[in-house]
């Protein structure tokens, strides 16, 4: 496809829900941005509330780095820390969904299927959180004792974490672009999150931090006559549960989804 095709406007699908942590939850921030007394390992937080939040692109990396793991893609691309898999190849199932930036002058960037928006806390555990007795902001403090490894003292270290039963709203955007593709990318990213909830978000995975749950998953469709001002949105599933919702993505797909690429222009 030549870079100045301009691509049919099909709509979008909106996936809806509730992250909620099954056991503490750490996504880090830098020492140099957040300067807390006193907290070795600072949480992300809304600098305008103060909440503690989960930014989109911290689920969207898990999200990639799973479906790279479960494609069997090279991590071919280098980041800050690590490694991922980035290609041309607009068949790709991992590029197509998650983006991919171009790394030569003849390779076009593939611009990510999905959009991750930022997860903040629900009104209900904000309310909960506060009333916990913790010195820190809707947080607890975790105190791990590492060994240092040359010398074994014990070196003693606080991390920041979200407590286990915290909720929060998540909402995943994909756009429809693509009817070949389109079963099959809503397949990979549930995959992906049914993955997720046997692994874990954010840090220290491996002492059982950030295991987490999506609850009362909600997907629409907004076709394009929904942004036109033609049609409402259509709710496909509400309230199911992520095993429930990848059992009918398939009858939702037939029955609904793919007729909006019959209606084009
Ligand atoms: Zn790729």
Known sequence: MAGNDTKPFYGKLILSGTVRCETGLHVGASR?????????????????TGYPYIPGSSLKGKLRC????????????????????ECPDRQCPVCRLFGSTAEKKDEENIPSRLRVRD????????????DVDTPLSLTELKYENALDRVTCAADPRSVERI??????????????????????DLENLLNCMAVLEDDYLGGHGSRG????RFLGNRLALRGRD????????????????????????????????????????
């Open 209 to 212: 931090y950030g295991k987490i």
């Open 32 to 48: 140099d941005i957040m300067e807390i007394g006193g907290v070795d390992n600072p949480v992300m937080r809304d600098p305008f």
């Open 66 to 85: 799973i479906a790279e793991r479960i494609q069997g893609k090279h991590f071919n691309r280098r980041i800050s820390p690590g490694f991922r898999h």
């Open 163 to 184: 407590p286990a039963g915290a909720e929060f709203s998540y909402e995943v955007i994909y756009d429809l672009e693509d009817e070949g593709q389109c079963l099959e």
């Open 226 to 265: 929904y942004y036109l001002g033609r049609d409402g949105e259509k709710v496909l599933a509400d309230r199911e549960s992520l095993s429930r919702l990848r059992e009918i993505l398939g009858e939702l797909y037939e029955r609904e989804i793919k007729l909006v690429f019959g209606r084009e222009g």
């Open 119 to 130: 997860i903040f806390l629900t009104l209900e555990s904000v309310a909960w959180l506060r």
